[in-house]
């Protein structure tokens, strides 16, 4: 399976995303460069966390006119699967290629910890290999992950069951101060209307293996592996 | 033209301006009295650390780059190079202490990637008022902020370092930040221009009246004025850097350099000058083909400018092209701004005029060296008295009464040391700093060293920055080798074995002969210290004049020390990790109270004489420590202190889920008063000392190790429970819920911030 990652200037969390597909689950990966239009033959994307363009303006403002956007656009329409991480997931909000926006955590400052996310939905490219209800612990670093959406657009959200992962505590329930940014609905991760696009602000890469203190975030490029064994989950996609 | 007030302005002395006239053969222009001022200034010029910083050791088989480069740099196996430096940025971040802070963090990313190498983790060393003291957490937040802003976005991760609370910095808070990175060894890039007639390259941020005279601010005190001078601070861009990073290691893989030098204090005029003189070249340069971000700048201001974020680079004849296109790829424009030349003179011209011409060796070999006065200070006659009766005395219980402490009670004592901000958790810090990026962090922040793993190989490298201001106020020269055995030690306690220093030295006024004799007898220490540890120093940097209104801080020298570890997997961290482990305590308590944080909290007295250190006795230690990390022998390790063995047991048990510990301590007779024998057992301060855990089958070879090594080592009680209990010469003294403490504990900076929070 080959991973392409997308990388703008001022992403920094490429290399890891490259490691996590590369070194530690053993497939091809390749870096796209945001100024390129080619895919490179990937079979599935993931933008990844960092400071697109230094995100002196919103989160993923800027990234969202890069020449390399709108190749990523006709892949998730052809139902392709894309993970956007932290940054990433910012950038497919800005994009429109998921609904809603981010807005500065509810302290105001960043925050690099573990977090505790619950799994909600399991039929995605990238939450397939877990159960709905299991908790993952991964570490989240974000100064805007304040997910809003507004109230008709929050309800046509969970009605199609697009919330992807939740912030919980570590036994799945939850409560304000396992929120750590303030995201309307505790989400930490959310999928498209097709559910091939999805955007998660925890980093499932900074947990993939036993040196860095878990492995919880190996769900998700596990659910990527077994994803490419099944024939596409959903053929057509659509816009949300 | 140049008058005294002139001069005054450029914080030149008289007779520092003869000696300018005698190199010239005449009286410089403005232009060049601006270079000469920043060049000569303390800052860039080291003239009063200078004869002193001579006499550090430098040298061993595992350095491949000793001090004078950007950076220092050790051999760490498999043909890679660690290459890491500290520096302080101390003025601007009381002026500014966002973009102090933020520049700080730019500034020392640069010299590591301009030595070649691909940065990796972040430390800092800071220091602040008492918390509770007006405009304190403003300086804090503003530090912290910028730190992070900076680091976060730039995607090197912070992964330790030390925060310090003491009135003495509240006028003059320090900033020191420590930055490594990893490189082939092979692939070291120095800062040399040489090559007659080869192009010289301008890159990044272009050039702004921001920072003029930054470097001379820093060689000055500060007064109420100070406040008017934050257009000499700069204003960072980490995404300028990101892509300047990016580019600069793109270009150096292609072998198309001569040589690179990043533009921190004192900027082109720094650059040039030293990439010239390091070469035994000159360098010419038009300041009109400098790319500038404001209209009408003079070759003055161009030349002195601190704009972050810019680069200096020589390309080899005929690959100019490739270079220009590499840094066109990551939307930078590379300005041939000049070139090299054979005269060993820095030539500034504009628009093909001479404004500026001075001998480099004028510039750096030249400048002034002082062999300042030195007394030993007055005060130290008086604070080094330290009468553990008076302690105890009815007098001093009366008021330490009316205070709400009972020195009786050590469940208070602990619980009071524990939410001091110097011990208590640092987590309301660092969790606003990227620590997991770039997935290397095998050791968070606040469990330890900071330890990251080398992809690509079975190896870790551990790091720690500490220093001791309190310690080096009562003894210059035993806080500095405390410093430096503090931080081996704390790399030696997650396995690692230490490898070589670099140290940020924060003083006063070193024309004043007490801060001078300060000075001296720390760099003593040090150089004491790392010969008997083998942590050679490779570089560093030295911050003087840090006073305000004629107050001087705590002199504190600052040292980070980095260490190998064969075997990622095998890192040992501070926490206990099951119940029914054996706790063993390496080393002895002497129960030494001098210029304790135990002092300070509960008497509010700074006095006494430090921890004594037997460099013998910590090698061994040190050793130790390695030898059965590496055998998997530790299932933690962490060293005593600030709140000495209570503090540290305690600490073992916080972040855990919650497992409790028993242990007992030997209540030595240091005291004819058993209240301040208990406390002096409990929280004295003796060097040297390591409180480890083991399953309890390894606890036999543990002992028999610890004899070979000739290290003190005793079985002083088992982890479990969820209470902590310590008792003393036979006595329970202490017997608190771990919850309890762990919440003063964790709640110790948190709570002055929960009602901006809300």
């Known amino acids: ?240 | 033209m140049i008058d005294p007030q002139v001069l005054e302005r450029h914080g030149l002395k008289p007779d520092e301006y003869e000696r300018i006239v005698q190199f010239m053969g005449r009286e410089p222009n403005l232009t060049e009295l601006g270079i000469f001022s920043v060049m000569w200034s303390e800052h860039c010029s080291y003239k009063s650390s200078r004869v002193h910083l001579k006499t550090l050791p430098t040298e061993g088989p595992q350095v491949l780059q000793g001090p004078g480069e950007n950076a220092g740099a050790v051999d760490i196996g498999d043909g890679l190079a660690a290459v890491f430096k500290i520096e302080s940025h101390n003025h601007p971040s009381f002026i500014e202490p966002y973009q102090g802070a933020a520049t700080g963090v730019g500034g020392i990313i640069r010299d590591i990637f301009t030595m070649g190498a691909r940065p990796i983790a972040l430390l800092n060393s800071l220091r602040f008022g008492a918390l509770d003291a007006p405009g304190t957490r403003r300086i804090l937040e503003g530090v912290v902020a910028g730190i992070a802003g900076y680091g976060n976005s730039i995607g090197i991760p912070t992964v330790g370092g030390e925060i310090v609370f003491e009135p003495s910095y509240a006028g003059n808070p320090l900033v020191n930040v420590f930055c490594l990175g990893i490189a082939r060894a092979s692939d070291i890039i120095k800062g040399v221009a040489s090559g007659v007639g080869n192009s010289v390259y301008y890159v990044g941020a272009k050039t702004g009246r921001d920072g003029i005279h930054g470097a001379t601010m820093a060689s000055a005190e500060f007064d109420e004025k100070s406040a008017e001078k934050r257009p000499a601070v700069q204003v960072g861009d980490p995404f300028m850097e990101k892509l300047l990073l990016e580019a600069c290691l793109e270009v150096m893989q292609t072998d198309a350099l001569v040589g690179i030098q990043d533009m921190g204090a004192a900027g082109l005029t720094c650059s040039t000058t030293e990439m010239g003189s390091r070469g035994g070249a000159g360098v010419e340069i038009d300041v009109a083909l400098v790319p500038q971000r404001e209209t009408g700048m003079t070759p003055y201001e161009i030349m002195l400018s601190e704009s972050q974020e810019r680069m200096l680079l020589v390309a080899k004849p005929g690959r100019e092209a490739e270079v220009e296109r590499i840094f066109e790829k990551w939307d930078l424009h590379a300005v041939r701004i000049g070139h090299v030349t054979s005269d060993g003179l820095l030539r500034v011209k504009e628009r093909g005029t001479t404004v500026a011409e001075i001998p480099n060796r004028a510039l750096t070999d030249e400048a002034p060296v002082y062999r300042r006065p030195m007394t030993e200070p007055e005060y130290l006659r008086e604070v080094r008295t330290l009468d553990l009766d008076d302690l105890a005395s009815p007098e001093r219980l009366a008021l330490l009464g009316a205070r709400g402490f009972q020195p009786s009670d050590q469940n208070h004592a602990l619980l009071a040391l524990l939410a001091s901000p110097t011990i208590g958790s640092k987590r309301w810090v660092y969790r606003q700093y990227d620590h997991m990026v770039r997935t290397n962090t095998i050791n968070l922040p606040g469990f330890g060293a900071g330890v990251v793993r080398i992809k690509g190989t079975d190896r870790a490298l551990a790091m720690s920055v500490d220093g001791n201001g309190r310690y080096c106020y009562l003894d210059p020269c035993r806080g500095a080798m405390l410093a430096v055995a503090e931080a081996a030690r704390n790399v030696a306690c997650s396995g690692a074995r230490p490898l070589a220093a670099t140290n940020c030295l924060n003083f006063g006024n070193p024309e004043r002969p007490a801060i001078m004799w300060q000075f001296a007898k720390a760099v003593e220490g040090i150089g004491a210290a790392c010969r008997a540890l083998d942590v050679p120093i490779t570089g560093g940097n030295v911050s003087l004049y840090n006073e305000t209104d004629g107050n001087a801080i705590f002199p504190t020298p600052t040292i980070g020390v980095v260490g190998l570890l064969e075997h990622a997997d095998r890192v040992v961290g501070r926490r206990f990790q099951e119940s029914g482990d054996a706790i063993i305590l390496l080393g002895e308590g002497r129960g030494e109270l001098g210029g304790s944080e135990y002092l300070k909290v509960a008497h509010e007295l700074v006095r006494g004489v430090p921890p004594a250190l037997d460099l013998e006795a910590e090698r061994a230690l040190q050793a130790l420590l390695v030898a059965l990390a590496g055998e998997r022998l530790m299932r933690s390790a962490h060293d005593c202190s600030d709140g000495g063995l209570a503090a540290a047991v305690a600490e073992c048990c916080f972040d855990t889920i919650g497992i409790g510990a028993e242990v007992s301590v030997a209540a030595e007779q240091v005291a004819r008063d058993p209240r301040v024998n208990t406390a002096a057992a409990l929280f004295g301060e003796s060097a040297s000392r390591v409180v480890i855990s083991a399953v309890p089958e390894d606890v036999t070879r543990i002992l028999e190790r610890a004899a070979a090594a000739r290290v003190p080592a005793r079985v002083v009680g088992q982890t479990g429970g969820n209470r902590l209990r310590v008792a003393a010469g036979g006595e329970m003294v202490i017997d608190l819920s771990v919850d309890e403490a762990e919440r003063a504990w964790s709640t110790a900076i948190e709570r002055y911030f929960v009602k901006r929070v809300a």
Not at chain 1, 7 to 30: I, L, M, R
Not at chain 1, 34 to 48: F, M, R, S
Not at chain 1, 54 to 61: E, N, V
Not at chain 1, 112 to 125: F, G, I, K, L
Request: hydrophobic share 40%.
């Open chain 1, 1 to 240: 399976m080959r991973f392409g990652i997308v990388v703008f200037p001022g992403s920094n969390c490429d290399e890891d995303a490259f490691h996590a597909a590369k070194t530690v689950f053993g497939q091809d990966a390749e870096y796209l460069w945001h100024k390129d239009a080619d895919l490179k033959g990937a079979d599935v994307l993931i933008l990844p966390g960092g400071f697109a363009h230094g995100d002196y303006l919103r989160t993923g403002a800027m990234a969202r006119f890069s020449p390399i956007m709108a190749s990523v656009r006709a892949f998730a329409e052809r139902g392709g699967p894309v993970l956007g991480i932290c940054n990433g997931f910012q950038i497919l909000l800005e994009s429109g290629l998921l609904p809603g926006a981010m807005l500065r955590n509810k302290g105001l400052k960043y925050r690099c910890e573990h977090v505790h996310v619950r799994v909600e939905q399991t039929d995605t490219p990238f939450t397939s290999a877990a159960s709905v209800g299991r908790v993952l612990r991964i570490p989240i670093g974000h100064g805007e992950g304040n997910y809003f959406a507004p109230p008709d657009m929050l309800q046509a959200i969970e009605a199609n069951r697009q919330v992807v992962l939740r912030y919980t505590d570590a036994q799945g329930r939850i409560d304000e101060a396992s929120n750590p940014n303030g995201s309307v609905n505790a989400i930490a991760g959310l999928c498209n209307a097709a559910r091939n696009v999805v955007g998660m602000m925890p980093h499932p890469e900074r947990a993939c293996e036993p040196l860095l203190g878990g492995v919880d975030g190996c769900a998700i490029f596990e659910s990527i592996l077994r994803g490419a064994e099944i024939p596409a989950l959903h053929a057509v996609g659509r816009s949300v």
